[in-house]
């Protein structure tokens, strides 16, 4: 079974802070690694993709990952209330067939 | 970023008709798109892998007669609920993954159809 897991939340931030989200799975040989976000009523929307160890960086977003924690998270800098919605984490594993597996998502309410 | 259109998205069907929604990759050729089912307030379940040019791979649960998936082409994906009744009201959601590098894959979402069956 594979499995990647996150915290339901909700998490609260204040406007302006650093808002963090944790994600970790369960299958070493998951490969590719993305955090969506989905406003209520919406499709997910990709924010960042990333497929090595390490930080990457796109604008007020960061996702790091580490491979031998078996642990991805997304920071967000500067939160504002539009970044008010859930964020969920996937993984790719390539095995008899090419599947993305979703976390549940954890809420985030950015407060003004 | 690639584009996923999907429609309709919203739809009101009686109970016992059939329902068909389509997925459009617009700018990418998708030999794999992946069908979705969100109740509120949950996370996504996978309910099928449509192939192109061969048969729907379905998950645990989902049954075939009732949810048909025809994958015509390089660009499209359709998903037909039949016999609607009340339970199938959701949303749903198509998705189709992009290889913009060796090793690497992405996933991009279409906009979602919401389902309600009366």
């Known amino acids: 079974q594979k499995e990647v897991e996150q915290n339901s939340g909700p998490l609260s931030v204040p406007e302006g802070a650093i808002a963090s989200l944790n994600c970790t799975y369960s299958d070493r040989g998951s490969q590719s690694f993305f955090w969506y976000r989905q406003y209520s009523g919406k499709s997910p929307e990709l924010i960042m993709s990333i497929y090595s160890n390490g930080d990457k960086e796109d604008g007020r977003f960061t996702a790091q990952l580490n491979k031998a924690s078996q642990y991805v998270s997304l920071l967000i800098r500067d939160s504002q209330p539009s970044d008010s919605a859930t964020y969920l984490c996937a993984v790719n594993l390539w095995d008899n067939f090419n599947k993305f597996y979703f976390g549940s998502g954890t809420k985030l309410n950015v407060k003004p | 970023g690639a584009v996923v259109s999907q429609h309709p998205s919203w739809v009101i069907c009686k109970s016992g008709t059939s329902v068909k929604i389509e997925c459009r990759s617009l700018d990418f050729q998708a030999t794999t798109m992946f069908w979705y089912r969100q109740f509120p307030k949950q996370s996504l379940m996978l309910m099928a892998t449509?192939?192109?040019?061969?048969?729907?791979?379905?998950e645990q649960g989902v049954e075939k007669d009732k949810f048909l998936i025809n994958h015509a082409s390089l660009t499209l994906s359709t998903l037909t609920v039949t016999s609607a009744h009340p339970e199938d009201s959701s949303f749903y959601i198509c998705s189709a993954p992009r290889w913009p590098g060796v090793g690497r894959t992405e996933a991009f979402f279409g906009q979602g159809t919401r389902l309600t069956v009366v």
């Open positions: 449509s192939n192109e040019g061969s048969k729907a791979t379905y």
